[in-house]
């Protein structure tokens, strides 16, 4: 048989083989998931972070995250290495080819020198130990391997949402605590007017010196805190940089505000639960599940015989020249029947069942985890779109009332202590506001994640 159709006749006995794995059922899920009742709305699994962000500036810091963050681009290396390792086990279902090209020389004594000769060339394919896959041991392993890549593809998309929605996070936190920063300074102005006020008064007999002391502490405290929202500010700078891997203040949009942050919470308005199973975590752990059975293959293919090839066809001569007048060949098939190992194969097995079971309650954990987060985040939705009402209604009533209190001061109907009081009122009710509107969109940033945003969407 020429060496042509004797590697076409391995191949097609590699590639028609089948293998010993049991054949793989999803696990029930720990947790009952409702279904879609209404197939033609958008799922969440299915729009993509821009969709889901609309705001430009907010967009930009995603993007530069997403091309300049050194975890992600480590993610997207283990993607490469594992697409790798996957091509270099399914090549070992493949005959091993490799052209020999030889050429020996030896000092022999005189009275060998009839009949052995001092130098020999050689010119071969040579047919490296290939095993004839019969059993599936190769196939399990390769299909293990697969699914190795598989799982390490979720890995990378679960380091690119928790990244997307880490990054955005931080830019909320940021306009936010810059809000913040600019009404502490709005209050040391308020409280420095009401300590000036209070002493004049004091200064006259009018006022206690308890009064000028209470003033005077107040006005202390509102530097403090406007030194630590700057602090705090410095370092939401630093975070922000860190995730985006832009040292350079000039390539952030930092002169935003927490209300240019706008985000398509329509969206989030279908919710079936059945989609927490796009997640990538869950897809994750189901691919390590799905190689922990492929890996059961290669176990019990172990126990049975294994046939390898060695093989080789060329020309050898004593004479250069004459080479390829003198055909070579060699063919060496070789068995291998497990009869006694002191019980490996027994114990590869059993641990082979026993790391699915590992796996399967991996897979199981996943779905769980993901069930309770996303109720988690759904809860505090609720609550903190009512929170977010009142605060709104309570900053919308204490900016009514310090304009007609500082009207009623401007017509001399009442006291510029009032006023002053009632604008420290009116500041106050705008820290809650602005707290609570950045607790809402964190919880909108929370929900696109625990939900799996994007997790269907086909780059």
Not at 116 to 134: G, H, I, M, V
Not at 207 to 213: G, M, Q, R, T
């Amino acid at each position: 048989m020429k060496i042509k159709n004797l590697l076409t006749t391995l191949s097609i006995i590699a590639l028609a083989s089948c293998t010993l794995a049991p054949k793989y059922k999803t696990p029930t899920t720990p947790v009952t998931l409702q279904t879609s009742d209404n197939p033609s709305k958008t799922k969440i699994t299915t729009v993509t972070w821009k969709e889901f962000f609309k705001s430009p500036e907010l967009q930009n810091v995603i993007q530069l995250a997403l091309d300049n963050n050194r975890d992600f681009k480590i993610a997207n290396l283990k993607i490469e290495a594992a697409q790798e390792t996957h091509n270099v086990t399914r090549a070992n279902l493949f005959p091993n080819i490799s052209a020999v090209g030889s050429k020996t020389q030896q000092g022999v004594p005189s009275a060998f020198a009839a009949f052995t000769p001092k130098t020999q060339y050689r010119a071969n394919l040579s047919l490296a130990s290939y095993e004839l896959d019969f059993f599936g041991r190769l196939r399990s392993l390769k299909k293990s391997a697969l699914e190795d890549f598989l799982a390490t593809k979720e890995a990378k998309n679960i380091t690119e949402i928790s990244l997307i929605a880490e990054t955005a996070n931080a830019y909320a936190q940021f306009l936010s605590d810059s809000k913040m920063l600019e009404i502490a300074a709005l209050a040391v102005e308020a409280h420095q007017q009401k300590y000036n006020f209070t002493n004049s008064k004091y200064n006259n007999g009018v006022a206690s010196k308890l009064d000028f002391l209470y003033a005077k502490t107040l006005l202390e405290k509102a530097k403090m805190n406007k030194a630590n929202y700057e602090k705090i500010v410095s370092k939401d700078k630093s975070t922000l940089m860190l995730l985006t891997g832009v040292f350079d203040e000039k390539l952030l949009p930092l002169q935003a505000s927490l209300d240019d942050i706008e985000i398509n919470e329509n969206l989030l308005e279908f919710l079936p639960s059945d989609t927490l199973l796009s997640r990538p975590d869950i897809k994750q752990a189901e691919h390590k599940l799905k190689g922990a059975n492929a890996n059961i293959g290669a176990a019990r293919a172990a126990f049975f015989p294994s046939i390898t090839l060695t093989g080789s066809y060329g020309y050898g001569s004593q004479d250069f020249s004459n080479l390829f007048n003198s055909k070579t060949w060699s063919f060496t098939p070789q068995i291998n029947l497990p009869i006694f190992s002191g019980g490996r194969g027994f114990a590869n097995l059993n641990i082979s069942h026993i790391r699915k079971k590992i796996e399967i309650a991996n897979y199981e954990k996943a779905i769980q985890t993901a069930f309770k987060e996303a109720l988690d985040q759904l809860a505090t939705r609720q609550i903190i779109e009512n929170n977010l009402k009142s605060s709104e209604n309570i900053f919308k009533a204490q900016e009514d009332y310090y304009k007609l209190s500082k009207l009623r001061y401007e017509v001399g109907t009442s006291a510029a202590d009032d006023m002053l009081d009632d604008n420290l009122l009116l500041l106050s009710a705008q820290q809650d506001f602005t707290d609570i509107r950045k607790e809402y969109i964190a919880n909108l940033i929370n929900l696109y994640k625990v939900l799996g945003g994007g997790s269907e969407v086909v780059e």
